[in-house]
């Protein structure tokens, strides 16, 4: 164990060449190997790095592991299956605060992004002990270097020194900056999957010459969707497989591989992985299960597997999953033992579980609905959801992502990278898991409220544009859309039809999901009128009535679409005796490949044979029933919506005192945590700019008495007692009190109240009575997963009956805090319902805000809860608030893969 050594600054980063490399924090053993990465630059990177070439580097190794983690701090990037120390970043902090930073990398490194990336991890680090700024000094010929901090997005001061080039920036990222490492990030991460989705060339560990066994079924898949590159099977008990001469290990193949597809007993991976990362092999799929799903030994399997992976710079799919397939033509893999390979089309398809990945994987061929590519990511040991979200985010066969999710590995950065995603390529999830069974136990109102359901996931789908569906039918019916349609400009829809009934379900349906189905105006009623006949209805739904022609429907579509009265058309046809089905579904591809502009068009065929193969040719979705239908174009509508809105801005206060408030939640850490005094909680909410009602800690009723007095007006007494929470359930409160004789007795009775519950009294909170006003609710609780989690609501007594809240994952927008509070069922009572007052609205948005920001900064507040926040006429005041402090595991480093 090395005295103060941050374990959790170790981080596994993509390069932009999709390479993987090890950033970790020097160590003193680490002195060998950076003497040799020092004694191998080149001539120019020694001058550029210690300014002479007759540098002392024996000296130079030894300083560069003589750090104590704080006021000197250095990193090492490490790569390759030997090991090898590739980098070497540090900072030396002055008395003033400022820190000097220095770093070289490898020459054959150099040009991949890793010396921005030990640039950003030294800040994260130097910020949190409130070191900076940085000063870089770099000779005037190394335009490499400063280019390389101009562009990392740190606002740089520059001047010059003794010849040198002097570049001093603030260890804080700013949002240029932010943006700019995570572009990198998203490119990386982009080329690191593409390895596994367009290999050059595939080993199959484990290929069988046995059909019908995984093994025989992933090489035989492989071979007979004609895979564009060598496939090579590794089986020592074989010499052939399946035709093709077999391989007794990987280390004989006769060319370099870029992906391995392991298929062997679980027991067996480890070797077969070790041997893959010998052979320089790029990427792994690991369809073996016995790993984290089996237990305690399982889960150790599969952390052995995943560090034989990051050591060698692997990308790892798996284990447990059932492979990946990409229906490109320049590639044609399936490197699954799925019976079916779907047809080639815009949608990319993760699924979390395999065997749904192989119903799945039937279910779109069977609907015609075409996949780019398609990965069963099994345990999720290394390659996640958010790995092939930013692949597809850069790949320009993917319009579409479908994900089947059962679990978050990092849901914080899943928010970050689909909101920005989202607003270019639409992300569709079913999330399992619904039900209240892992709601974990907690004491506050905000605690309980959150814990009810799975709204937590809720809300992070809608802060940033996922749709959500309830289950994998509705995936499908909604991936349909997406994949062929425009999104609509709207909710206006206009229904065609040839009979009454599913025309009234429809607009039912339509209703119900918030989509309207409007009268149509006289001028496009009398355009439909030239055509139909006297006993058709052309309101909206138009009901052509069951002798509807084939070219009746063309031409009513063709007229919706050219009238600005609707934003989306659904075609319902039933089969009557007269009119055959694949002629009105022809008509409906005629008018869909001939719309006067875009609008979405969908057909919902009431029939065994729904033609579906005229209508998807013409990029027409087609359903069996309206509800369907409506409940697909729902979603793109909501959607649409969320696209054009605008991001909104997390807001900074310039008055927030964060050195303070890190204070108080690292004083309360030291004594154990828990629930903070009343005096600590409004000493906390206060470096935040919340501020209580006036109150007055006292020991006595006596004192309270005078408390009272001295606060003037009617007050409010409140008992002190450990693990009181809910002080109405044990009659520890008085309300409406005046006067010092009325107060010291309703402390004398309250004392008792309380002793009767079983609480030990402490003390008397005595506060001054704050009013009129709307009681709301504004708290917050830690998610393990999901960091700070906001609530806003209706406030009270009452508040887990009302249960009228609305949720958001941090960090908060200005917009999120508008629409939590204008989404409550009791936001009328805020803007003068029945002749109310009007109260001060944004000052209730001001508070959920310095919450939020509260929170974020602090991650060790556990709980958070300010019930009731009385928002009046003018502002809005904190009554009483509980906030509990508990250790957490710091957030990853910037860019780190998740494991």
């Known amino acids: 164990m090395i005295p103060g050594y941050p374990a959790h600054r170790e981080a596994d980063v993509v390069l932009r060449d999709g390479s993987v490399v090890r950033i970790r924090p020097v160590r003193p053993g680490n002195e060998p190997a950076i003497l040799a990465l020092l004694g191998a630059l080149e001539s120019e990177s020694r001058l550029n790095r210690f300014f002479s070439l007759g540098t002392d580097m024996p000296g130079e190794a030894r300083r560069a592991v003589d750090v104590d983690y704080e006021r000197t701090y250095a990193l090492v990037a490490i790569a390759g299956v030997d090991r090898r120390i590739v980098a070497h970043a540090a900072y030396f902090a002055e008395p003033l605060g400022s820190a000097e930073i220095a770093w070289v990398v490898a020459d054959d490194r150099q040009n991949n992004g890793l010396g921005t990336l030990l640039l950003a991890h030294l800040a994260e680090h130097a910020e949190s002990l409130g070191i900076g700024p940085f000063v870089a000094y770099v000779p005037p010929e190394n335009r490499r270097m400063i280019d390389m901090l101009r562009e990392s997005g740190f606002p740089l001061r520059t001047s010059r020194s003794d010849g040198q080039v002097v570049l001093e920036f603030p260890t804080s990222l700013t949002a240029i900056a932010r943006d700019r490492f995570e572009r990198r990030e998203l490119i990386a991460a982009a080329a690191s999957v593409g390895t596994l989705l367009s290999p050059g060339s595939i080993a199959v560990i484990g290929a069988s010459r046995s059909r019908g066994t995984i093994g025989g079924e992933v090489f035989h898949n492989l071979l007979a969707t004609g895979f564009n590159g060598p496939v090579y099977p590794v089986n020592p008990a074989a010499r052939v497989v399946q035709s093709i001469a077999a391989y007794s290990s990987i280390r004989d193949l006769p060319g370099p591989v870029d992906l391995a597809v392991i298929v062997v007993p679980a027991a067996s991976v480890l070797d077969a992985a070790r041997e893959c990362a010998a052979a320089g092999v790029h990427a792994l799929v690991v369809i073996s299960a016995g790993f984290g799903e089996t237990g305690p030994n399982g889960v150790r399997l599969q952390h052995e597997l995943l560090s034989i992976c990051r050591d060698a710079g692997i990308r790892l799919v798996g284990p447990n999953c059932m492979g990946i397939m990409n229906t490109a033509g320049a590639v044609r893999m399936n490197a699954t033992f799925a019976p079916t390979f779907p047809p080639a089309g815009r949608v990319g398809f993760m699924s979390q579980s395999g065997a749904l990945g192989l119903a799945i994987i039937d279910e779109v061929a069977r609907r015609g609905i075409g996949l780019s590519s398609f990965v069963s990511v099994g345990n999720k040991a290394d390659v996640s959801g958010n790995d092939l979200i930013q692949y597809w985010a850069t790949d320009p066969a993917t319009d579409v992502m479908l994900l089947y999710l059962e679990s978050f590995g990092n849901p914080r950065k899943f928010a970050r990278l689909s909101r920005e995603i989202g607003r270019k390529k639409p992300i569709l999830a079913v999330k399992s898991g619904r039900s209240v069974a892992g709601a974990r136990a907690t004491s506050s109102h905000t605690g309980a409220l959150i814990a009810a359901s799975d709204v937590t996931v809720d809300a992070l789908f809608r802060q940033t544009g996922v749709v959500r569906t309830e289950t994998l039918a509705e995936l499908l019916d909604a991936a349909a859309l997406f994949a062929t349609q425009p999104l609509p400009a709207g909710r206006r829809v206009g229904i065609v039809t040839n009979a009454g009934g599913p025309a009234i379900l429809c607009t039912d349906a339509c209703d119900a999901r918030g989509l309207e189905v409007p009268q149509f105006p006289g001028d496009l009623q009398a355009a439909l009128r030239q055509f139909l006949p006297a006993e058709a209805s052309v309101g909206n739904p138009v009901d052509m009535i069951a002798s509807a022609t084939p070219e009746q429907y063309a031409r009513v579509i063709t007229t919706m679409a050219a009238s600005d009265a609707v934003d989306a058309i659904i075609a319902i046809f039933i089969p009557p005796l007269v009119t055959r089905l694949a002629e009105v579904a022809a008509a409906i591809a005629t008018a869909a490949r001939d719309l006067p502009r875009p609008v979405p068009l969908i057909a919902v065929l009431m029939s065994e044979d729904r033609a579906q193969a005229v209508l998807a040719d013409a990029r027409v979705p087609v359903y069996p029933y309206p509800e369907d239908a409506a409940r697909a174009l729902a979603h793109a509508a909501a959607h649409a919506e969320w696209r054009v809105r605008p991001a909104g801005t997390v807001p900074t206060f310039a008055d927030a005192r964060t050195p303070a408030a890190a204070a108080i939640v690292g004083s309360a850490l030291v004594a154990g945590g828990g629930w903070l005094a009343p005096g600590d909680v409004a000493e906390l909410l206060s470096c935040y700019g919340l501020t209580l009602a006036p109150y007055r800690i006292v020991g006595t009723p006596e004192a309270a008495g005078l408390a009272g007095e001295e606060l003037g007006g009617e007050v409010a007494l409140k008992a002190i007692a450990p693990g009181l929470v809910h002080k109405t359930e044990a009659n520890a409160v008085r309300l409406g009190l005046g006067g010092r004789v009325a107060t010291a007795a309703a402390a004398h009775d309250l004392a008792a109240d309380v002793t ?95 919450i939020a920001a509260l929170v974020e900064a602090h991650p060790e507040i556990a709980e958070l809860d300010c019930n009731p926040v009385i928002v009046l006429a003018s502002g809005a005041v904190v009554v009483d608030a509980r906030i509990r402090i508990e250790a957490v595991a710091p957030w990853p480093p910037m860019g780190a893969l998740s494991s």
Do not use: W
Request: hydrophobic letters at 40%; glycine letters at 12%; aromatic letters at 4%.
């Open 756 to 850: 009767r519950a079983g609480h030990r009294l402490e003390g008397y909170l005595v506060q001054r009575m704050i009013g009129p006003g709307v009681d709301m609710l504004v708290g917050m609780v830690h998610d393990r997963s999901f960091g700070p989690v906001v609530v806003c609501g209706a406030g009270g007594t009452a508040v887990e009956l009302m249960n009228d809240v609305s949720v958001r994952v941090t960090p908060l927008t200005d917009l999120d805090a508008s629409d939590m509070v204008r989404s409550l069922r009791t936001f009328p009572l805020l803007d003068g319902y029945r002749g109310r007052p009007k109260a001060d609205v944004g000052a209730l948005e001001d508070a959920v805000l310095r």
